[in-house]
């Protein structure tokens, strides 16, 4: 059929609105059908400027990929990508940016930008920075309340609430501490329970001081212990330690810093606790 120019404009005008409409049909249904209830606007929540991402995933075992900082895209068998604590660059922080890295669910442990920039993330995910236990995407999350200490470093923040967060993804047990700065009473050891895979911050300031990460780690008895925010060539801060300083005479060191990402399934979990020094993207 031959259209006329007139016939034409109309077609075209009437396929536009029809296109604009479903857009805005799938982010209204996105935001106020999905969201967990965060205490906060559904703008800062799910606003995420690019909504096309995908989730399927080649590998059947969970994926982990570190970014830098406290910060983690969790991949599970089935493709849902998690990320935890994204952070915001600067002239100390020298990780490269997320980049609009798209994710299905975002953790949010505190309030400062090394812990909490989700602008940085791409998709349109659930962010969650609560403590009711909640599962999305057969993801199974819930949060545990502890404290900061003060943080000078990316915008400063006092001493305040700190969510450890625990995730089970394919049956695998993680517990990423946030920005734990003391060491956990028995009442939160026994909220947090058992753990596959601790993710545990080492550079002693505005977090746990490098002399009590053995304690933590002793209370959590965790089968894998990945490092993290800890003073390196992308992460400049002075005072933080550095990993080597926490490694320093340990012994089931796992260096992994020539591979960007490294499976587990519950099968292939050490029977004695290892230590894996992720590399990060350059």
């Known amino acids: ?8 404009r109309r077609f075209f005008k009437h396929l536009m609105s029809l296109s604009a409409f479903g857009a805005a049909s799938v982010m209204f249904f996105r935001r106020r059908g999905k969201t967990v209830d965060l205490g906060i606007g559904a703008e800062e929540a799910c606003a995420m ?3 096309e991402y995908a989730t399927t995933a080649d590998h059947h075992e969970m994926k982990i990929e ?14 849902t990508r998690i990320i935890t604590d994204p952070f915001f660059t600067d002239k100390q922080v020298l990780h490269p940016q997320l980049g609009k890295e798209p994710a299905d669910i975002v953790t949010v442990s505190c309030g400062n930008y090394a812990h909490c920039y989700v602008y940085a993330v791409g998709g349109m995910p659930y962010v969650y ?10 993801v199974k999350l819930r949060g545990v309340s502890t404290r900061h200490l003060e943080m000078k470093e990316i915008g400063p923040t006092r001493p305040d609430e700190n969510v450890v967060m ?12 946030g920005a734990l700065g003391h060491v956990l009473s028995d009442g939160q050891v026994k909220e947090i329970g058992t753990v596959d895979i601790l993710m545990l911050p080492v550079g002693g300031v505005s977090t ?6 053995d304690q ?12 993290m925010h800890y003073r390196s060539e992308r992460c400049v801060f002075p005072s933080w330690a550095t990993l080597g300083d926490f490694l320093k005479g340990r012994k089931n060191v796992i260096d992994s810093r020539g591979l960007p990402e490294r499976y587990f399934s519950r099968s292939t979990l050490p029977t004695e606790t290892q230590i894996l020094w992720l590399g990060y993207p350059t």
């Open 216 to 227: 933590v780690c002793s209370q959590l008895n965790p089968k894998v212990i990945i490092p």
């Open 1 to 8: 059929m031959i259209l006329g120019k007139q016939s034409r």
């Open 166 to 177: 625990c995730l089970e993804v394919d049956g695998i047990r993680i517990c990423h501490l």
């Open 49 to 51: 400027i690019n909504p």
């Open 66 to 79: 570190y970014f830098g900082m406290s910060c983690f895209l969790i991949t599970s068998g089935n493709g």
């Open 129 to 138: 920075r609560i403590k009711a236990p909640t599962e999305l995407m057969g």
């Open 208 to 213: 746990v001081p490098l002399a009590d990460c």
